[in-house]
């Protein structure tokens, strides 16, 4: 049987479910209904992240992300405490090793300033006595970033969803989107129990938080793009349990800011743990967590689109030297040593990877900027830039304005 709704959302991740909050506040009367494959929220992105409320360090003044993350930041800090999820509010440091880092300090001490977060120039001695485990020439301090479970927030906002009266249908795989002029359907099936058989849903309007599947979804409904989602591996180790308190705050390297990765930082979890990671390294399987992870399907399609090639050219010495220390554990090591050099090998315990969907031009541009298609009745978000956990909630206002204004295209052409 056919079910009508007015809005429906693919995506169960944090940014999907802000966007179907987001709709059904703007428009209570409506049905909504949030799609999800798998049969619990946020098991993608979302839940194989490090947890941090980034404050927008890095991003260029003026910009959507930086005014959306400083946004976030607040809104995520209100709803935590709203709905009594634990926050750790530790603050972070960025800590320079060499001259070079000193001077890209310099620069990102300037754009926090411009972007109006705060943040606190060390020297080598105040660094020390703030953290005595970590050595650097210096640091920035920035005292608003904070620590969450990302898991916990999805579902308290799924939570609220359904008690404004949304409808959430989980373990529903979306196999086919059809555009009409006055609806668009869905044809969906179980993702557990193929012999089930397919179903139909239809709405007035369709958003697509697809994340690792966001180019998928728009081939599904033919729409021409110049993009595809390359999967890039975050691996990620556990310090042992004697190190829990090794340092007090979120303890990251200055960013080379020619990579679009931050590199390999000392991240406090919200149960305690302190993990290190992430590192980049190429991804042949989209949902891909384990040590050993390969799909035919994703991999021949990464294979034949032309950015992989050119992306992977551009920067192969650096892909090259990621995939030996994701298999040579003391090159890891030597990685996190450099601002802490207390840690051993035998520190290092394993711990779940996570996967970026990175959004790639056909000429290899990695893509850090919001990127959107869209049809009379679907919006699809091809790209939200990281750090979309902590942006969530803005990102879902921004979400529904572009909808808004589709729809009054649509009905007054």
């Known amino acids: 049987m056919n079910k009508k709704y007015d809005y429906l959302v693919i995506g169960g991740g944090i940014l999907g479910v802000a966007t179907a909050n987001a709709l059904l506040r703007r428009h209570p009367a409506s049905k909504i209904l949030l799609i999800e494959k798998e049969s619990t929220l946020a098991c993608h992105q979302t839940g194989h992240n490090s947890g ?9 003044p003026g910009s959507l992300k930086a005014r959306f993350c400083k946004e976030g930041v607040q809104r995520t800090v209100d709803f935590c405490r709203q709905h009594a999820i634990p926050v750790d509010n530790c603050g972070k440091l960025l800590v320079a090793t060499n001259e070079t880092e000193v001077c890209r300090m310099q620069d990102l001490l300037a754009r926090c300033r411009e972007n109006g977060i705060e943040v606190e120039a060390l020297d080598q001695a105040q660094l020390q006595a703030r953290e005595p485990n970590i050595c650097g020439l210096g640091a920035l301090f920035v005292p608003s970033t904070s620590i969450v479970d990302y898991r916990l927030v999805t579902k308290h ?12 249908a989980l373990d529903t795989q979306v196999t086919d989107i059809t555009e009409h002029s006055d609806h668009i359907e869905l044809t969906c099936c179980h993702s557990h129990a193929a012999s089930a058989g397919s179903f139909a849903v239809s709405g007035r309007f369709l958003v697509c938080c697809g994340g690792l599947l966001a180019d998928r979804l728009t081939r599904m409904m033919g729409l021409e793009t110049d993009f595809q989602i390359i999967p890039y591996r975050g691996e990620y180790y556990r310090l042992a349990a004697r190190h829990h308190q090794i340092v007090r705050h ?33 991804g042949f399987k989209r949902e891909g967590y384990g040590r050993f992870n390969f799909s035919l399907r994703d991999s021949l399609d990464m294979l034949a689109f032309p950015g992989f090639w050119h992306v992977t050219g551009k920067h192969l010495k650096t892909g090259l030297r990621e995939f030996k220390d994701a298999w040579w554990k003391a090159g890891y090591l030597e990685r996190v040593r450099k601002y802490c050099p207390a840690l051993a090998l035998s520190d290092l315990e394993p711990y779940p990877a996570g996967i970026r969907a990175q959004a790639v031009l056909k000429d290899g541009t990695l893509v850090h900027d919001f990127l959107f298609a869209d049809s009379p009745r679907s919006l699809h978000v091809c790209n939200a830039p990281s750090p979309a956990a902590t942006s969530a909630m803005p990102i879902a206002d921004y979400i529904c304005d572009k909808v808004t204004e589709i729809q009054r295209k649509s009905e007054a052409g």
């Open 157 to 168: 906002m799924a939570s609220d969803f359904t008690a404004s009266g949304g409808d959430t």
């Open 250 to 282: 979120l303890i990251y390297p200055i960013p080379d800011p020619s990579l679009p990765f931050l590199g390999v930082h000392l991240t406090r979890m919200i149960d305690g743990s302190v993990t290190v990671g992430p590192n980049a390294v190429q």
């Open 52 to 60: 941090v409320i980034h404050a927008g360090v890095y991003y260029a």
